[in-house]
């Protein structure tokens, strides 16, 4: 069985950053996929940003070169590095893991820009 732990959410003031890290308890055979995805109140979920076993990486539009996604194979895990945030980024962000068969999500950490 295999958890994803996520952390680094909190408050943080706009224009300022924060990194959130998500943790496999195990290795997933044959990840080839690794993402972020992001929901707030009354909003459809939205991929963030995503990392392939390559190191291709791909981010929604809105991110505009604020966000970085990265991956760390020792630790099984998988980065965002948020700058210059908004209060729009305000949203509950997961944690997504993929191989060809199966597929991971971590429970969500909170993300608020404050104003």
């Known amino acids: 069985q295999v958890q994803l732990v996520e952390s680094g959410g909190g408050l943080v003031q706009a224009g300022g950053s924060l990194r959130l890290s998500c943790v496999a308890s195990?290795?997933?055979?044959?990840?080839?996929?690794m993402a972020w995805y992001r929901q707030a109140p009354g909003k459809q979920r939205e991929l963030v940003a995503a990392i392939t076993s390559g190191g291709t990486t791909s981010y929604g539009d809105f991110v505009k070169g604020r966000f970085t996604i990265s991956r760390d194979n020792a630790r099984r895990a998988v980065n965002l590095q948020m700058n210059s945030l908004k209060s729009e980024d305000t949203a509950v962000y997961s944690c997504?893991?993929?191989?060809?068969?199966?597929?991971?999500w971590g429970q969500g950490t909170q993300v608020t820009v404050s104003s």
């Open positions: 997504n893991m993929n191989s060809l068969s199966r597929s991971y």
């Open positions: 195990r290795d997933i055979f044959g990840v080839n996929k």
